[in-house]
């Protein structure tokens, strides 16, 4: 058995998100069954780094899985590939020590948020963004200011409780995490809104994106980032921002 790390990527707008779940098409559930059609097997296992949710992309998500095959390593991404839809590619496959876990060893992420602010729908990118025009007739969005939620962003870099920012769902024993970086970036009509951290809570980004956007739009100061998370409560966080909007960039071990 080699155990083998997995770069993947793929266009998560038509799938119930990575994980393997009975009667739902998933990320994970497509890549079991490739390597299992590949390989002539019904025993194979991914363990992927990351469970992105329903609507969200990857190029850079990470996974690792024993196979016992006579495949060169080098020639697994393409062939895994050929079995996937395709919204689905394993970029690259390289082997690993037998104690590699895709999981555990992993040191950091970056998940990149893509807002799009013109005011006619960008056709092509509108399942990887997050379309909010401003310009529009009173009662619209409004315009996003760029520099307060620079500012607010970088009151969330270092190590935090983050539970505010956390699904009243998410249930795990800590909600400390540590933010490595923050960054609200302008190109022209589009806004990336990027967060690197060794670990992220259920829909963390997502809430943190949706209180950038409330700093950005007017409604709060920059300030209010210190206050939400004192408050350790969902709700003290803004809306949580779309899903098609988001991508996991990559994986550092």
Request: charged fraction near 25%; include cysteine; charge should be positive.
């Amino acid at each position: 058995m080699r155990n083998i790390k997995l770069t993947i990527q793929y266009d998560g707008s038509r799938y119930s998100g990575w994980q393997k779940q009975p009667g739902f098409k998933t990320i994970e559930a497509e890549l079991i069954s490739a390597i299992a059609n590949l390989i002539c097997t019904d025993d194979v296992e991914v363990n992927g780094s990351s469970r992105t949710d329903a609507g969200v992309s990857a190029l850079g998500q990470v996974a690792n899985v024993r196979l016992d095959t006579p495949i060169p390593t080098d020639r697994l991404a393409k062939a895994i590939s050929q079995h996937l839809p395709k919204e689905i590619v394993v970029t690259e496959a390289v082997d690993v020590p037998d104690d590699f876990d895709a999981i555990k060893d992993t040191k950091s992420k970056l998940y990149r948020y893509s807002i799009y602010t013109g005011k006619t729908r960008p056709v092509l990118q509108i399942n990887q963004c997050w379309h909010r025009p401003f310009g529009l007739a009173q009662g619209g969005p409004g315009k996003l200011d760029i520099a307060p939620m620079q500012t607010a962003a970088k009151k969330l870099i270092g190590e935090k409780d983050f539970k505010s920012f956390a699904t009243a769902a998410d249930k795990r024993s800590s909600s400390v995490r540590t933010i490595f970086n923050c960054d609200c970036i302008q190109n022209g009509q589009w806004i990336y809104i990027d967060v690197e951290a060794n670990g992220f809570l259920y829909n963390m980004v997502r809430n943190i994106v949706g209180t950038l956007v409330e700093i950005g739009r007017g409604r709060w100061q920059p300030d209010v980032v210190d206050k939400i998370l004192e408050a350790k409560k969902r709700t003290a966080a803004g809306p949580i921002a779309p899903a098609q909007g988001l991508c996991l960039m990559w994986i550092k071990y």
